[in-house]
């Protein structure tokens, strides 16, 4: 077995790549254990506290390292991110999840802030996870199947999300630019997984600026094709300014190379180089934090 991660491409029917809890860094999908056992550690490195055979169905919480954080079983671990493979979203058991918010947060038909709202979940209550799609939890809540924002839901051992925009969870957006922000998060997050193709602006292949100016586009708003043109005619703006569905910038020197969408809370989404993949990434720390020049404001 190779040990690196082997992407597996679906067809284009929702936001493929998810995860059931986030942290502040990280690409967020479901992923697959490839190794005919594979430890579970309690820290990066650290102490071995069980293990998981070949085919278990995990969510990826942080792959920011070679060490993933992962919930699988209920529980929260760190494994070799060397041995996961991204599979499409689909159902699976992940345990018991606590509600956390500061009064009650929707429990939705479907995975969208545009769905009908099931009921409301207050702090603390129980529910059984079941599977993610969209971005977003599925689970039940007396004997009702529906969706909620990973932002305000726990897996035993983690924490609640706190990149809201890396997985669709802004709710109650009072505007339609708020809305259509959201809009361009979501359509984005559906190419994960996608491959790097130079000279690529199509769903069978993205370089960076082809993959923001593709989602843009998608959204009845025409952007340029180059990063270095996106940055000139687009509302350049700080990292402090940055909201969801903003380009960011990367380069040396002042001269733009790359380009990406803001998703929230430092992170981005982006089609990097050859051999990669549309991803997440952090703008909190490494390279692309110092590679950083700018924001773009397109709304």
Known sequence: ???????????????????LSISASGALYVGQIDASSLNLRSAPNGTVVDSAPRGTKVAVINNSSEW?????DGQTYYASGA???????????????????????NFRSQPSTSSSVITSLKNGQKVS????????????????????C???????GGSTANQSSAVGATVNTSSSTDNLRQDIIDFAAQFLGTPYVYGGSTPSGFDCS??????????????????????????????????????????SNNVVSHVGIYVGNGNFIHSPHTG????????????????FICGGRVL
Do not use: H
Not at 150 to 156: A, G, K, S, V, W
Not at 229 to 239: A, E, K
């Open 129 to 148: 996870v079941i599977g993610v799609s969209g971005g977003w939890y599925k689970a039940t809540v007396n004997g009702k199947t529906g969706y909620i």
């Open 68 to 72: 993933y954080q992962i919930a699988v």
């Open 1 to 19: 077995m190779s040990l690196s991660k082997r992407w597996i491409r679906t067809a284009i029917t929702g936001a493929v790549a998810t995860a």
């Open 276 to 291: 990669s993949v549309v991803k997440y990434d952090t703008l909190a720390s490494g390279n692309y934090n110092r590679r």
């Open 83 to 105: 041995y996961i493979d991204w599979i499409p979203e689909c159902d699976f058991n992940l345990g018991t999840g606590t509600v956390k918010c500061s009064t009650t947060v």
């Open 210 to 251: 082809g993959f923001t100016s593709y989602v843009y586009k998608n959204m009845g708003i025409s952007i340029a094709r180059t990063s270095s043109d996106q940055r000139s005619t687009t509302t350049n703006i700080s990292m402090d300014e940055l909201l969801p569905g903003d380009l960011v910038f990367f380069g």
């Open 150 to 156: 990973p932002d305000y839901l726990t897996i035993n």
